[in-house]
């Protein structure tokens, strides 16, 4: 009786084991042969964060939903061609100084809503979509690692000539769809992709 029940379990056994073979040797390749097309819109990926230099802005965020260059415009008067990056972080969490430098600028700046730039040397880095209850102000000496501001939200009211409106005609934080960082860098007034100031 015993030996009749080992070989049914035998079987599946030998069957498990090829279905796993045949799953490795055929499915597995397929995925390293042919550049399949993810739509990444509702869970964008992550970037690892690895410099000594810089530091990420936002300490616990790392999915980017929109990188630097060509892309489709998400919402009337964004921009085709992306200055920066856009992280996703919730509203209110905080982000920091990358690296060590001084406040040039507060204020709400068109698509970039409520902007907070922070400059060292030749580089400026541009924090944009921000809350807009400043915790530092033009002048201010930052050292690297500083939280700076927070994330701001979708939607402000009362700011004059503010033209960025959502679906639904309420006033948006410049050109956005809902909450994030936008972090744009320049160098010597160039922008560059800001993640190649990171290394994975």
């Not at 809350?131 to 979708?154: A, C, L, M, R």
């Not at 936008?182 to 290394?199: A, C, M, T, W």
Request: glycine fraction near 12%; proline fraction near 7%.
């Amino acid at each position: 009786m015993s030996n009749s029940f080992f070989i049914p379990f035998k079987r599946i056994v030998l069957l498990l084991c090829l279905l796993t073979f045949l799953i490795c040797c055929f499915f597995i390749p397929i995925m390293f042969f042919y550049n399949f097309n993810f739509d990444y819109s509702d869970n964008p990926p992550s970037f690892l964060i690895d410099s000594s230099e810089y530091l990420w802005p936002t300490p616990g965020y790392t999915s980017i939903n929109s990188y630097f260059g060509k892309r489709n415009s998400p919402t009337a008067g964004a921009s085709s061609f992306h200055k920066g990056i856009d992280i996703g972080a919730p509203e209110g969490s905080s982000f920091i100084a990358i690296t060590s430098g001084k406040i040039t600028f507060t204020g709400f700046l068109g698509g970039g809503g409520y902007t907070i730039t922070l400059s060292s040397g030749s580089m400026k880095i541009t924090y944009c979509h921000v809350s807009p209850n400043y915790i530092v102000k033009t002048g201010d000496i930052i050292e690297k690692g500083d939280i700076i501001g927070y994330v701001g939200p979708k939607n402000v009211y009362g700011v004059p000539g503010n033209t960025y409106k959502d679906s639904n005609g309420n006033p948006t934080n410049g050109a956005t769809t809902g909450p994030h960082l936008h972090l744009g860098i320049r160098v010597n007034e160039q922008y560059i992709d800001p993640l190649s100031l990171f290394k994975k």
